[in-house]
Nanobody, 123 residues
């Protein structure tokens, strides 16, 4: 099993900055893609940003130029730096990771989610 533990987030005024991080632990052979999704009340969960094992990145149009995703492979951790925050960025932010584990008999790749961390941007 793999656990994803998020930290950071909180309350900030519009125009401010916040960062969130997510550390993966457990039965990890390789961490493939890592990313952040968010879900606002009454809305579907949406991709915010993701980063591949080769450090290629992908961002939602709504956050391009404001958010930066990065990862530290030695720490199995992904970070999201959020600048110029807007009230519409308010949501629960979820960490996501695709991990290859060894079960003792074979290698298996699965997707995992963190429990989420609240980000609230006041106007």
């Amino acid at each position: 099993q793999v656990q994803l533990v998020e930290s950071g987030g909180g309350l900030v005024q519009a125009g401010g900055s916040l960062s969130v991080s997510c550390a993966a632990s457990g039965n990890i052979v390789t961490i493939n893609a890592m990313g952040w999704y968010r879900q606002a009340p009454g809305k579907q969960r949406e991709l915010v940003a993701r980063i591949s094992s080769g450090d290629s990145t992908d961002y939602a149009d709504s956050v391009k130029g404001r958010f930066t995703i990065s990862r530290d492979n030695a720490k199995n951790t992904v970070y999201l730096q959020m600048n110029s925050l807007k009230p519409e960025d308010t949501a629960v932010y979820y960490c996501n990771s695709v991990v290859t584990s060894y079960t003792g008999r074979l290698y298996a790749t699965s997707e995992y989610w963190g429990r989420g961390t609240q980000v609230t941007v006041s106007s």
